[in-house]
């Protein structure tokens, strides 16, 4: 059962902000949001989480609705090593293991 | 600091033969976990370890096993391979086992059995 709504695939221009969205519409009230990116044929790599608050990292920045059912992950300035498949998680209570959706396939264009 | 490393990055096998891979955590982590990527798929979680015991392990048949060293590194045996083992298998480590804490993983080994 899908936790987790994410568009298959974006594109987005070099330098611009990339704005990945995410729908987690039945989120309960201990349960975070994740994300991870991979780029193909390498390990997923972590991005950032958070409960409730917008977050901000050197990666990127977490935008979550006051009703904690949709997200936005924000990278500032994309670049072309940004190209790679995003996931968002919602995780918590006793979840030790993460599992993917498909994720948004994103290109970065030059 | 030093990420999750994994050996070998690629790995050819035949059906029948065994599997070896390893993984080493992060410096001060004490849990990790096994995955399986096959092509097309998603991750598939397969075994977790923490403080050298394995607290949980994901739908896979009993030729998949496992390890964690006193040191935190681990190693995941296939025995009896099969085609449809050829995967990636990623290794991630975090701080104390369960939920909410990020996990975050290695560069994987590719495993071709022929």
């Known amino acids: 059962d899908a936790k987790t709504t994410q568009p298959p695939s974006m594109d987005c221009a070099e330098g611009r902000a990339a704005n990945l969205p995410c729908n987690h519409s039945t989120i309960s009230g201990n349960e975070y949001v994740y994300w991870y990116r991979q780029i193909h044929s390498q390990g997923p790599q972590y991005i950032i989480h958070g409960l409730k608050n917008n977050e901000t990292n050197e990666m990127a920045s977490l935008i979550i609705t006051e009703d904690r059912k949709s997200s936005t992950l924000i990278l500032p300035h994309a670049t072309l090593r940004d190209t790679a498949v995003y996931y968002c998680i919602v995780r918590g209570g006793n979840d030790y293991k993460l599992s993917f959706g498909a994720g948004t396939t994103v290109t970065v264009r030059a | 600091e030093a990420g999750v490393t994994q050996s070998p990055t690629h790995l050819i096998k035949t059906r029948g033969q065994q599997a070896t891979l390893r993984c080493s955590p992060i410096s001060g982590h004490t849990s990790v976990y096994w995955y399986q990527q096959a092509l097309g798929l998603g991750l598939q979680f397969l075994l977790w370890?923490?403080?050298?015991?394995?607290?949980n392990r994901g739908n896979f048949p009993p030729r998949f096993s496992g390890r964690q060293f006193p040191n935190y590194s681990s190693e995941l045996n296939v025995n009896a391979l099969e085609l449809e083992d050829s995967a990636l298998y990623l290794c991630?480590?975090?701080?104390?086992?369960?939920?909410?804490?990020?996990?975050?993983f290695g560069p994987g080994t590719r495993l071709t059995v022929l």
């Open positions: 370890y923490d403080e050298g015991e394995e607290r």
């Open positions: 991630a480590s975090s701080y104390r086992g369960g939920s909410y804490n990020e996990q975050f």
